[in-house]
């Protein structure tokens, strides 16, 4: 525990819930992506892809969406409803799951990482584009700033087949850090 504290096992159901609120977390906040999903689910209870795809946008706004998460989560919900099996994500390695979630518009490398870490389970995922992250490893590696995402990328190569163990564990450390939590919801 050291210098990262308690490092939570936290993990989601999957589904489209625990990927929705992957999406709004985006690029914000955990703060923010918190209040704007919790607005959301209000709004839209049950949180379904079909009830996503029969929301009028004004329900949207009111949530907090912007306009491009918006027609992330559009999308995503029309690929789910369209045959994206989420529950079969944990079955394929990595590099398989990671290529079969960013063929949908809305969900590039970083959601499908964090997907397949929180909600599928899989413990060989790191995800570099995470600023947290980022912020986390050149603290406690001593580089400085933070490294970039390619330095990151071959860094967590010496982890596997561990990288989400390791970036539970720097997410910790950033909590401890910064006195925030920065890692996505699950």
């Keep these: 525990r050291g210098m990262a504290g308690e490092v939570p096992l936290r993990l989601s159901e999957p589904g489209f819930r625990s990927l929705a609120s992957i999406v709004v977390s985006q690029q914000v906040s955990r703060?923010?992506?918190?209040?704007?999903?919790?607005?959301?689910?209000?709004?839209?209870?049950?949180?379904?892809?079909q009830a996503i795809l029969a929301a009028d946008e004004a329900i949207f706004r009111e949530a907090g969406l912007s306009r491009p998460k918006q027609r992330g989560l559009i999308a995503v919900a029309q690929a789910v409803v369209d045959g994206l099996d989420l529950d079969?994500?944990?079955?394929?390695?990595a590099t398989q799951a990671i290529t079969a979630m960013t063929r949908?518009?809305?969900i590039g490398p970083w959601t499908a990482e964090v997907y397949l870490l929180?909600?599928?389970?899989?413990?060989?995922?790191?995800?570099?584009?995470?600023?947290?992250?980022?912020?986390?490893?050149?603290?406690?590696?001593?580089?400085?700033?933070?490294?970039?995402?390619?330095?990151?990328?071959?860094?967590?190569?010496?982890?596997?087949?561990?990288?989400?163990v390791a970036s539970r564990l720097f997410w910790a450390y950033y909590r401890e850090l910064k006195g925030r939590d920065a890692a996505p919801p699950a």
């Design 31 to 49: 703060a923010s992506a918190d209040a704007i999903f919790g607005r959301l689910t209000k709004l839209v209870d049950p949180l379904t892809p």
């Design 118 to 164: 929180f909600a599928a389970g899989h413990p060989d995922v790191f995800p570099a584009r995470d600023v947290a992250l980022q912020s986390a490893v050149g603290h406690a590696l001593g580089i400085d700033p933070r490294p970039p995402e390619k330095t990151l990328i071959q860094l967590a190569e010496s982890w596997s087949p561990w990288r989400g």
């Design 88 to 93: 079969q994500l944990s079955l394929l390695d």
């Design 104 to 106: 949908v518009s809305g």
